[in-house]
Structures are given as structure tokens and as C-alpha cells.
């Protein structure tokens, strides 16, 4: 039974990968539902954002260089502060964190519209660098909140939600952005995302979030005071938990053969251009959005939801991908590309979501924040260097089509050695938590 002080609902447990269990755990449990309306609300101005910039910078550079430096801006801080970000999100009230980080974006996005000279672009890097700091603190404190709203049979089905819902702001959210930036100019959709997170926190402070148990005073110590105590407890509690050891590789594991993504735009704006026209990373992209979006649902239709299940089925995934990359590789229309994609976001989203989903069910309460931190931190890192190789990779002339070959064949990598890690758990016997 859930916490009542935090939940309007009868225990019952919800069958992953249903629409009725969405609807049946949005309609009944209150807190979540406005958590959930919280996050969405923010995705969607996060697409805004994005195209905004990307019109911006290229109005204002005419450079693909510039783009590709605001990326790296975006990536850069959840790297470095992912450590930081996890302490914090485990020593301070989570629910004051993420407030904290929506009301301080609505400034930081609206000072984009401070920018109206190419001398000034470098203030867009500063602000991506300020933005995506902000976030670095705003992911583990949502992440490490989500198991505190819900009661553990809705853990499955409202992961499986949030990744539904994030899928669909790709697909749809980037389009929007796209509109209303050619319709009303890149200000307007500034606004409109600094806006969505004015709403975002105005939600959020609608949701009750339990407070953290207090720890028992330490002696005074600079360690103590600088959360490097804090940080050391999180890798050691890693270190003594294999299973959570492993699940943090997994999303890491997909992020090697992460330039794919640079891939979908290379395809869509030269492979597939149609004579330079150009335009078709959007179809690239929004399959990409409904593939992430239906993984989750049919893997959980396939496997199950137990945690046996869900960790074959990480595995299936790595492999799915690197089929249907391989394939895509070979595509000789966007048509033919676009299906080889939304099947290998299946695989994508089957490991994201359900490893997400393991860490929530494994990881204690009080190291939540440390732990997601750190999977986000390594991510990125790994995303990354995947990224800045297949641009050299491009920029010595290497086709692209061998360049996805190459990155499809490394997802067998990562599924190999979680195949492994699997021979090796089946030999002990598997809690059901």
C-alpha cells in the first residue's frame, strides 16, 4: 500500500505496457498525475528551445560548426556536475531542487532574446552552459522523487508512461517548434519556453513529495561539508551492488553507437535531400520519437514485466538496434529508412525505459540521487565522444553509410557483454522486488 499522505489510492497492480494502466494510474493517484503534467509541460518547451536556437545560430553564423558547439555546450555540464548534482539531490529536499531549477530557466531562456548579433553568439553557449547545468540538478532530484509518489506496482507503468510521453514530445514537440518559429519567429517560441517553465513549477508545487530522513549528525569535517563523505558512500554503495553496477552501463552501452543521431540528420539533409532540398531529418526524427514510444509496451507484452523479464529483454534490444541500423544502412529511400529507424528506437527505449525501471525497484531511497547522477553524468560523456568521433569521421570523407555500419556493429558490444552479466545472474536466485 502506498503512503496515503502521498497518494489518493488503493493499492492494485497495474500490468505494464497497457493504456488502461496509464489511464488507471493518471485518474488515481492525484500526486503522480500532476508530477507527470509537471515533466511533460517542461519537454515540451525544452522542443521549442532547440529549434529556436538552431535558427538562430544559423541566421546569425551561417555555421553548422556553431550548431554542433551549442550541442557540446548542452552536453558538457551533466558530465562535470553529474557528482555534485547527486549529493545534492540526496542531502536537500528534492521537490525545493526541482523548483529551484524551473523558476531559475525561466530567466536563463529569456535572456536568449539579449542575442541579436553574431558578436554576441558566444553568450548562446554561455546560457546552453547555464540551462543544461540547471537540468544537471533538475534529473537525478525527479528521478530519485518518482518511487515516493508511486507505490511499487506503479513504478513499471509510470516509467513506461514518462518514456511514452517523452517520445511523444520528440515527435510532436520539435514540429511545434518548428511552426512557431517560422510562424511567429524564433522570440516567440523563446517565450513560449521560458513560459513552460514558469508552468512547470507552478504544477510542480502542487505535488507532495515526502522529506527526506534525516542522517545522524557527523562530526564537523571539511569532506563532510563539501559532500565528498557523500560522494564516496554513493560509489562504495555501487561498488557492494553488482546488479545496480551493471544497470548503470546500459544506457552508456546505447551511447556508444550514439552518432547515430548525428547520423539521422546527415541521411535526412544529404543522403535522402533530394537533390539538396533538404527537410527529411524531421521524418527521420519523428520515427525515431514513435519507435521510443511503442518499445517499452511491446517488450513488456513480450517478456514481462518481472525483473528476469525486463533484463532479457534489455539484452534483445542492443541487438534489435543493430539490425535494424544495419539495415538502415542499406536503406535506398527515406521511406525504407524511416521504418529501419522507429525499429531501432524500439530497442533504444526498451533499454532505457526498463533499465530506468530496475534502478527505481533496486536502488535504496537515500542514494537515488547519487545514483542516477551518475548513470546521466556517464552518459553524456560516452555520448558525447561517440558524437565528436563520427564528426571526424565525416570530416575526413568516410561515407555515411559506413559510418552507421560501423556504429550498428558496436551495439553488439554492450549486448555481449550484458549477455554475460546475464549467464552469470541466472546462477543465482533472482529477488522479485
Known amino acids: 500500500m502506498a503512503d496515503p499522505a502521498t497518494n489518493n489510492f488503493e493499492s492494485s497492480t497495474l500490468p505494464a505496457g497497457q493504456l488502461s494502466s496509464y489511464l488507471y494510474l493518471l485518474r488515481r493517484n492525484t500526486n ?27 541566421r546569425l553564423t551561417g555555421s553548422g560548426e556553431a550548431v554542433s558547439w551549442f550541442l557540446i555546450a548542452k552536453f558538457i555540464p551533466t558530465t562535470v556536475l553529474g557528482p555534485v548534482a547527486g549529493v545534492v539531490a540526496d542531502r536537500f529536499s528534492r521537490k525545493d531542487i526541482l523548483l529551484f531549477c524551473d523558476i531559475a530557466r525561466v530567466f536563463v531562456v529569456l535572456a536568449y532574446l539579449l542575442v541579436s548579433r553574431a558578436d554576441q553568439v558566444y553568450l548562446i ?36 508512461l514518462s518514456g511514452a510521453s517523452w517520445s511523444i514530445m520528440l515527435a510532436l514537440g520539435a514540429a511545434a517548434g518548428g511552426f512557431v518559429t517560422a510562424a511567429f519567429g524564433w ?18 508545487l502542487m505535488v507532495i513529495v515526502p522529506p527526506l530522513k534525516k542522517k545522524k549528525k557527523a562530526a564537523f569535517s571539511l569532506a563532510r561539508i563539501t559532500g565528498l563523505n557523500d560522494l564516496i558512500e554513493g560509489l562504495c554503495y555501487v561498488g557492494r551492488n553488482r546488479d545496480v ?5 546500459v544506457k552508456s552501452g546505447w551511447a556508444m553507437s550514439g552518432g ?39 517488450a ?35 521511406a525504407v529508412a524511416g521504418f529501419f529507424v522507429f525499429i ?66 558496436l551495439f553488439l558490444l554492450p549486448g555481449s557483454c550484458w549477455l554475460v552479466y546475464l549467464v552469470y545472474f541466472t546462477g543465482r536466485k533472482e529477488p522479485e522486488v
Open 187 to 204: 522570440r516567440t517560441a523563446i517565450l513560449i519556453d521560458s513560459a513552460s517553465f514558469a508552468l512547470s513549477a507552478s504544477v510542480m
Open 260 to 298: 547515430i543521431l548525428v547520423m539521422l540528420t546527415v541521411f535526412g539533409e544529404q543522403v535522402f535531400s533530394g537533390g539538396g532540398s533538404g527537410g527529411m531529418s524531421g521524418v527521420l526524427y519523428s520515427m525515431r520519437g514513435l519507435g521510443a514510444a511503442v518499445g517499452p509496451i511491446v
Open 300 to 334: 513488456w507484452k513480450i517478456f514481462g514485466d518481472g525483473l528476469p523479464a525486463m533484463r532479457r529483454a534489455i539484452g534483445a534490444a542492443f541487438f534489435i538496434s543493430a539490425a535494424a541500423y544495419l539495415l538502415f544502412a542499406r536503406a535506398p529511400n527515406i
Open 32 to 58: 503522480y498525475r500532476r508530477f507527470w503534467i509537471s515533466g511533460v509541460i517542461s519537454q515540451a518547451g525544452d522542443w521549442f528551445n532547440y529549434i529556436a536556437i538552431f535558427v538562430l545560430l544559423t
Open 245 to 249: 553496477a551493471a544497470l548503470l552501463m
Open 344 to 409: 531501432g528506437h524500439i530497442g533504444g527505449s526498451i533499454q532505457w525505459v526498463f533499465s530506468t525501471t530496475l534502478l527505481h525497484r533496486l536502488v535504496d531511497c537515500r542514494f537515488r540521487g547519487r545514483v542516477f547522477a551518475a548513470e546521466m553524468g556517464l552518459l553524456t560523456l560516452v555520448l558525447s565522444i561517440s558524437t565528436w568521433l563520427t564528426g571526424v569521421a565525416l570530416d575526413h570523407g568516410v561515407d555515411p553509410r559506413i559510418i552507421v555500419i560501423r556504429l550498428a556493429l
Open 125 to 160: 553557449f554561455l546560457l546552453a552552459l547555464v540551462q543544461e547545468s540547471l537540468w544537471s540538478f533538475w534529473h537525478p532530484a525527479r528521478q530519485a522523487v518518482l518511487p515516493d509518489i508511486c507505490a511499487k506496482e506503479e513504478i513499471s507503468a509510470a516509467n513506461g
